[in-house]
């Protein structure tokens, strides 16, 4: 029961359906490609939440979480923000991959190779 508090807090159920019904053109492109298992058979959820986070991509099976990083990433507050969230899900026992939006549109393979590359379970 521990980790139900850790994930899908109720409370965050209307910011994460917001979320998921207005994804970025970079969320929205890699999404087709992790959606219904296509990714070596991995299911991902989009806009799941972990503690008070809103990850973008969340992998149960991995313990995977997949953000994407636009401009407003681009600045200190944004950067330490960010740092601080990945420390926090990383003591969790999580591994968080970051890409920034360009890389999903320019280099799509290169990030789906890197994704598939942290699988533990091959």
Same mark, same amino acid.
């Given at each position: 029961? %521990? *980790? #139900? ?13 917001? =979320? +998921?019904?207005?994804?970025?053109? !970079? ?6 490609? =992790?959606? !219904? #298992?296509?990714?070596?058979?991995? +299911? ?9 986070? @809103?990850? *973008?991509? $969340? ?5 995977? @979480? @997949?953000?994407?990083?636009?401009? !407003? ?5 944004? @950067?330490? $923000?960010?740092?601080? +969230? ?5 003591? =969790?026992?999580?591994? &968080? =991959? #970051?890409?920034?939006?360009?890389? &999903? ?5 290169? &990030?789906? %190779? ?9």
């Amino acid at each position: 029961m %521990k *980790d #139900r508090k850790l994930h899908s807090k109720k409370e965050l159920g209307p910011f994460r359906k917001m =979320l +998921r019904s207005n994804l970025t053109p !970079a969320e929205a492109f890699l999404w087709k490609h =992790l959606k !219904a #298992r296509s990714l070596a058979g991995r +299911r991902f959820t989009k806009q799941h939440s972990i503690k008070n986070y @809103i990850v *973008d991509f $969340y992998c149960a099976s991995e313990k995977l @979480i @997949i953000e994407l990083d636009g401009e !407003a990433h681009n600045n200190p507050a944004a @950067i330490e $923000y960010d740092e601080q +969230r990945t420390e926090l899900l990383t003591q =969790l026992g999580y591994h &968080v =991959l #970051r890409f920034e939006n360009k890389m &999903v549109f320019d280099y799509l393979e290169s &990030v789906l %190779k890197e994704i598939k590359g942290n699988f533990k379970n091959k």
